[in-house]
């Protein structure tokens, strides 16, 4: 083994040695540095007049930063539906590049292949708004079906138990009410109106004779376990938002309704119970399963996120990420 003690190979090994702490080992294979997203300042701008084009509105640095969020989301989303080679194998891309290709070449009769490879070859594969949609929806579809199993009885029952109010039935409320017209009683109405209020409070609970002192209405006088969308139904959302407000068990008013005034008598006011897990087991797994599928789709985004450098021109954007 006395080769090994050669001053001739100490001197080769040395400078390989060199070589690979300088260059990196010359075997191993480097991945390609990932290509930045990047929005411009041209971009921001850009996204701002779209909004303001579709709302009205100036948008608010909070909007801003939400546009652009969007937008890398969508650029993130479209770069991995390319690299799955999602634009190779969805026959609507194709399709709608085919004819965009009609259009623009002057070989309408040419063979769909053809203009397919014309179209990828112009890029319009990677910059045509149509596509990009196609191939962001299509990856954000893809990510949030992954791997997804309903949920066991087991959990789902947890899920259920920590959204049980969110099922509760909307509180229903029976209450009388006695209408005082507008257009009956004319410039009579407010001494009318307060007349009347003083006489059915004198009465104490709401007796039949107490409705006959009012004005023909086309609802009963008593009604009763009605929502508050079947009170806004019938009588207007702000009587049904007053009436709400309304202490049980004592004449109040007047509120006014479309129709004119009412004073009214609270009986009772039912909240309903959360029904049981069978009964709404239907809405409970879909709500479940958007959750999750949110979560894959927001997990996706995040690994993407963490993949590509981010050369970002917002001011908005920027503070919000490190908020």
């Not at 300088?22 to 390609?32: D, I, Q, S, V």
């Not at 079947?230 to 009587?239: C, H, K, L, M």
Request: contains cysteine.
């Amino acid at each position: 083994m006395r080769w090994l003690r050669a001053p001739l190979l100490h001197f080769v090994a040395g400078g390989f040695a060199l070589f690979c702490a300088t260059h990196g080992w010359p075997l191993a294979e480097r991945a390609p540095a990932a290509t930045p997203v990047v929005i411009t300042a041209a971009d921001v701008e850009r996204l701002r007049a779209d909004y303001t084009r579709d709302t009205g509105l100036e948008p608010t640095a909070a909007d801003e930063a939400a546009l652009v969020e969007k937008a890398v989301e969508e650029e993130l989303l479209l770069r991995e539906a390319v690299a799955r080679g999602l634009d190779r194998h969805d026959r609507s891309v194709r399709n709608w590049l085919v004819e965009q290709m009609r259009v623009l070449t002057e070989e309408p009769d040419a063979e769909d292949e053809r203009l397919y490879e014309r179209a990828r070859a112009l890029g319009l594969d990677r910059s045509d708004l149509v596509v990009r949609r196609i191939l962001v929806q299509k990856m954000r579809l893809l990510a949030a079906r992954l791997d997804e199993r309903p949920p066991d009885a087991d959990t789902l029952a947890a899920y259920y138990a920590g959204h049980r109010g969110e099922y509760r039935p909307a509180e229903a409320v029976s209450f009388w009410h006695v209408f005082v017209s507008s257009d009956a009683r004319g410039p009579a109405l407010e001494s009318d109106t307060t007349a009347l209020l003083a006489s059915v409070r004198d009465g104490g609970r709401p007796p039949i004779a107490a409705m006959a002192a009012g004005d023909a209405f086309p609802a009963p006088a008593h009604l009763v376990g009605r929502t508050a969308t079947q009170i806004a139904t019938v009588f207007g959302p702000a009587f049904a938002d007053a009436l709400a407000r309304v202490a049980v068990g004592a004449w109040v008013g007047p509120i006014d309704s479309a129709y004119g005034r009412h004073l009214v008598w609270v009986e009772r006011r039912d909240a309903g119970a959360p029904p049981p897990l069978d009964a709404v087991r239907g809405r409970v797994v879909e709500r479940w399963q958007a959750e999750q599928r949110a979560a894959r789709v927001a997990g996706l985004l995040r690994e993407l996120a963490g993949r590509h450098p981010m050369q970002i021109e917002s001011r908005a954007w920027r503070e919000r990420s490190r908020s």
